[in-house]
């Protein structure tokens, strides 16, 4: 069995290293990037694609990336910072006033990622409806249905009311979906505030 894996490796590399060879330097350098972490020296290579001798530390690996490949994980990388830098601002902001919403501040940056909708919406309105989560009903934080309806938890709650709020609920959809901001905080309360969409705004602008 394992003579039989040597093989098919020593097959792969030989495969892989001609047909590098064949290509123009350019292209080579364009399209491919070789790696290969291992304690081998130039001799131990050479001698384990032509003989199958693998040297005493054999953990190695290799990797075949392209530059696509490298570029995708670049932009995810720096995604994944721009999303915690958000949620550490809403969580900042909740916690400078004691506001029980702390500690969500990925879930709301998920959530408007996932409904796109500004990812500060959710938590001004938040501030606005209940002060954070100080006064509320029904785990409502967010006073949604007048804070008639019930959550779990304030988890439940931001996915429920960010999906209504990115047009995701076919009953609110008419209100919510394409809307811009403004015009989403004027069918949430401004038709009974005409101020709301204001008010919520500059709280976002502080988050």
Do not use: C
């Amino acid at each position: 069995m394992l003579n039989k894996q040597k093989n098919l490796i020593r097959q792969a590399l030989l495969i892989f290293t001609f047909g590098l060879l064949s290509l123009p330097s350019t292209a080579h350098a364009k399209m491919f990037s070789f790696s290969m972490f291992m304690p081998m020296s130039s001799s131990d290579i050479h001698n384990f694609i032509f003989s199958g001798n693998i040297p005493k530390n054999d953990n190695y690996f290799l990797s075949f990336t392209t530059k696509e490949d490298s570029e995708l994980k670049k932009a995810e990388d720096l995604k994944a910072k721009e999303d915690l830098v958000k949620a550490e601002r809403i969580d900042a902001y909740f916690a400078k006033r004691s506001m029980p919403l702390s500690g969500h501040g990925m879930e709301f940056v998920i959530a408007a990622e996932k409904y796109n909708i500004d990812w500060r919406l959710l938590p001004a309105i938040g501030v606005r409806e209940s002060s954070g989560g100080l006064h509320l009903m029904n785990n409502n934080p967010f006073g949604w249905g007048s804070a008639k309806i019930p959550f779990t938890d304030f988890s439940e709650a931001i996915e429920v009311v960010a999906m209504n709020l990115g047009g995701g609920n076919p009953n609110t959809a008419r209100y919510y979906k394409d809307a811009d901001t403004k015009k989403k905080l004027w069918y949430y309360n401004g038709t009974v505030i005409p101020s709301y969409p204001a008010e919520v705004i500059d709280i976002m602008e502080m988050i």
